[in-house]
């Protein structure tokens, strides 16, 4: 936990703006054939968190066989975690004051659905899969999605801050400036991947977004394709870290087709951050970008943009926490 909320020192991040990316390309601190081994099932998700939410996506997994109920419930377990500002009701507000969460959810055959500028809801995922099973649609935001919840049953949460996100907005609002500050609850989505035995793939993600934000601005974690995408033809890619860079690269999107194309996971992830890297040299200071990924054999693969990222990672012979490797 602390190695992720270490700021890393001003010199170094200031210099990484300067790199070219051809020495980034040589330099990456990974093999891509590092992460070779294969397994069915398997469980990654993104960050510290992403333990216990793994542990019970593992018991889900194990009592129903449903790779969709196992990324569902696993990452409620974040959503309800009041030590996590950046998942739930309990994340840090935008600059009105305001908790606004944002989830997605899909399967390896396509079928999807999301949620985004939500209030007052205190589980945006399960809101997320019932418009992927109960609607036409694949996104419901702001004040729609919110009446969608209440008629689908769910109870609606009294807008009020957690004491933890309560105080950090009361200190924050003595300057009120807007920063995004790498490796820390800011932009520390958890997003999860999960492949069965028999090969059925899903994925979650889910974020109370970037702390202080614009009111109503919306990351990538509920955008299919950036923050989350599902093939079971092929894999799965989850993203975290700041969402406007993983937009412009359509990230999560990205990884699965060049692993279509022949990729590992692991060298599809390295590829996503060059990409991100080329479309934000302007803006690399403050950026930190994390990929997790596997392919339909049961391969993994984790990169991200520079030091701090860590993933969980879950199979039949290991549960355990790693740090990934970077860039620069």
């Not at 028999?198 to 977004?209: N, P």
Request: glycine fraction near 10%; aromatic fraction near 6%; include cysteine.
């Amino acid at each position: 936990m602390s190695s992720r909320r270490t700021f890393i020192k001003k010199s170094l991040v200031a210099g990484s703006a300067l790199i070219p990316l051809q020495l980034v390309q040589s330099c990456a601190t990974s093999d891509a054939s590092s992460n070779s081994e294969k397994f069915k099932p398997l469980i990654l998700a993104t960050w510290d968190h992403g333990m216990p939410a793994n542990d019970r996506a593992w018991e889900v997994l194990g009592q129903t066989g449903s790779v969709i109920d196992a990324v569902e419930e696993g990452v409620k377990v974040t959503e309800l975690d009041m030590d996590n500002l950046s998942v739930g009701l309990q994340g840090l507000p935008d600059r009105e004051g305001i908790a606004t969460l944002d989830a997605s959810i899909m399967k390896g055959d396509g079928s999807c659905g999301s949620v985004a500028f939500l209030r007052q809801i205190k589980h945006p995922i399960s809101v997320a899969r019932k418009v992927m099973e109960e609607t036409p649609h694949v996104m419901l935001a702001g004040e729609g999605a919110r009446q969608f919840a209440i008629a689908k049953g769910f109870p609606l949460e009294e807008e009020i801050l957690s004491p933890k996100a309560a105080k950090a907005f009361e200190a924050w609002k003595v300057d009120s400036q807007y920063k995004p500050i790498i490796n820390i609850e800011n932009h520390d989505t958890i997003g999860m991947i999960a492949l069965g035995a028999d090969g059925q793939m899903a994925g979650s993600c889910t974020t109370s977004g970037l702390a202080y934000k614009m009111h109503g601005r919306v990351g990538d974690s509920p955008i299919i394709g950036a923050g989350l995408f599902v093939d079971e033809e092929v894999g799965a890619a989850t993203a975290t870290g700041l969402g406007e860079s993983i937009i412009r690269i359509c990230g999560s999107f990205l990884i699965v087709e060049l692993m279509r194309q022949g990729r590992s996971p692991q060298e599809a992830c390295e590829e996503a951050v060059r990409r991100l890297i080329s479309k934000n040299r302007k803006d690399l200071d403050d950026l930190q970008v994390g990929f997790l990924a596997f392919n339909k054999d049961g391969e993994y693969g984790a990169y991200a943009l520079r030091q701090g990222f860590t993933y969980a990672l879950h199979h039949t012979d290991e549960k355990v926490l790693r740090n990934s490797t970077y860039a620069i």
